[in-house]
């Protein structure tokens, strides 16, 4: 969808529906230190109708899996959401703290946590969102989701050691109806990337892929392909993810992503987990980094564990 549907107006939070509960919207900025092979997430949601808010911010390495081990984690669930908010200047509940500097393009982000953890980053866009909704009974398109790549800069302090971040990574913003009863899917991927010489990839889904593709100073939708996987015979995690895929102009792409760190966690705001992964990529041959996301229904993972789900 055209990013001019969107406005300066959509860096607050939305107006929920008067009688569903299950509004559900999100704020979430991810960020990598590649040298560290460490990646993180600022990654927050309410549910206005019902007063609540979660979510937080967590860090991850190559030293563990699971994330009751990594570096940091902070995942709250049912924090007091207060009446008077704007997410253009907002701390949430969790501690993390986004300021919209300039609309739709420039981000404050700013979390601690006694001396475990403090960031002080900026997110500058370097391509407009990319923008995805629902078309209603009359025809008319209404967003409710979109992501957004950009350079991050700042500085993560983690247990007393300072880092530099300087990084090209993706945004998201989604605000719609979200049941936390998740039961359905599983295995497919939400993995994106991007290069210092303006190549860069979304694509959702597993073997009917949906996203975009950016060459040559040109974005345009994906309209088939698929995201393979190479699997770790231990935990069952991705190793290596490979995408080959077509945009609506014609253009090919091939992308080959290792991943460098992975976590397992809960996905905040539902009953699934999902995979979280620091990736190596290259675009049509380009070296780049990004991220792959493998969201599973809790009960689908367990089964795949089991050997039922190949």
């Known amino acids: 969808m055209d990013a001019s ?5 959509d860096d607050n939070f939305h107006a929920p529906p008067d009688d569903s509960w299950w509004f559900h919207e999100t704020c979430w900025f991810w960020f990598y230190v590649p040298e560290r092979k460490v990646g993180g997430w600022l990654y927050n949601w309410i549910r206005p109708n019902i ?3 979660g979510g937080g911010c967590w860090v991850w390495d190559d030293t563990t899996h699971v994330h009751w081990e990594v570096p940091y984690y902070a995942n709250y669930t049912n924090l007091k959401l207060p009446a008077e908010r704007d997410l253009r200047d907002f701390k949430f509940p969790s501690g993390v703290r986004v300021t919209a500097l300039e609309p739709l393009t420039k981000y404050q982000l700013q979390y601690s946590d006694a001396d475990r953890i403090a960031l002080d ?3 500058d ?3 407009p969102p990319w ?3 629902s078309v209603d009974e009359s025809g008319v398109m209404h ?3 979109f992501d957004q790549v950009g350079r991050v800069t700042g500085s993560l302090v983690l247990h007393g050691e300072k880092m530099s971040v300087n990084c090209l990574a993706i945004r998201d913003r989604t605000w719609t109806l979200r049941s936390e009863r998740w ?3 599983g295995g497919y991927g939400y993995t994106n990337a991007a290069a210092e010489s303006g190549e860069a990839f979304l694509v959702v889904g597993a073997d009917q892929l949906r996203g975009y593709l950016a060459l040559d100073g040109e974005r345009h939708a994906i309209t088939e392909g698929i995201r393979a996987v190479e699997r770790s015979p231990k935990t069952g995690h991705p190793v290596k993810v490979h995408v080959s895929a077509r945009d609506e102009a014609g253009r090919d792409l091939d992308a080959t992503g290792e991943v460098v760190s992975t976590m397992l966690m809960p996905i905040p705001g539902v009953h699934a987990l999902v995979w979280t992964s620091l990736m190596s990529w290259t675009i049509n041959g380009v070296a780049a980094w990004g991220e792959d996301q493998e969201p599973w229904p809790t009960a689908e993972w367990a089964k795949f564990k ?3 789900m190949k």
Do not use: K, W, Y
């Not at 549907?5 to 107006?9: F, I, M, Q, V, W």
């Open 5 to 9: 549907r969107l406005g300066p107006a």
């Open 51 to 53: 007063g609540v808010s």
């Open 121 to 123: 980053l900026q997110f």
């Open 125 to 127: 866009a370097v391509m």
């Open 131 to 133: 923008v995805s909704g």
């Open 143 to 145: 967003p409710h989701h």
């Open 183 to 185: 039961r359905d899917g």
């Open 306 to 308: 089991r050997g039922e």
